[in-house]
């Protein structure tokens, strides 16, 4: 079993940044890969960014790419998010999840942390 909270969302105005963390806990020495994905009401949730726990290497949706940063401390077993310039349409529920293996879907979610940006 793997743990994962979330922090750091917030209300920010448009061009602002915030920093999401998400802290696991539990079995994350088995980990392959973190990911934060985001969610409005009504719509599906997607994928914004990814990293793998050993080699570090990331991947980011189009609409954050050059805005948004992916991070861990494997130390910490915590993964970041630094948003900046954040635009009234990042407004969401950020979650971050846990994939065990390279393959297949993510095993394991957060509860969610709400970012708000006002224009």
């Known amino acids: 079993q793997v743990q994962l909270v979330e922090s750091g969302g917030g209300l920010v105005q448009a061009g602002g940044s915030l920093r999401l963390s998400c802290a696991a806990s539990?079995?994350?020495?088995?980990?392959?890969?973190m990911g934060w994905f985001r969610q409005v009401p009504g719509k599906e949730r997607e994928y914004v960014a990814t990293?793998?726990?050993?080699?570090?290497?990331?991947s980011y949706a189009d609409s954050v790419k050059g805005r948004f940063t992916i991070s861990r401390d494997n130390a910490k077993n915590t993964v970041y998010l630094q948003m900046n310039g954040l635009k009234p349409e990042d407004t969401a529920v950020y979650y971050c999840a846990n994939k065990l293996r390279q393959l297949g879907t993510y095993d394991y979610w957060g509860q969610g942390t709400q970012v708000t940006v006002s224009s």
């Open positions: 539990g079995r994350t020495f088995s980990s392959y890969r």
């Open positions: 990293i793998t726990w050993s080699g570090g290497i990331t």
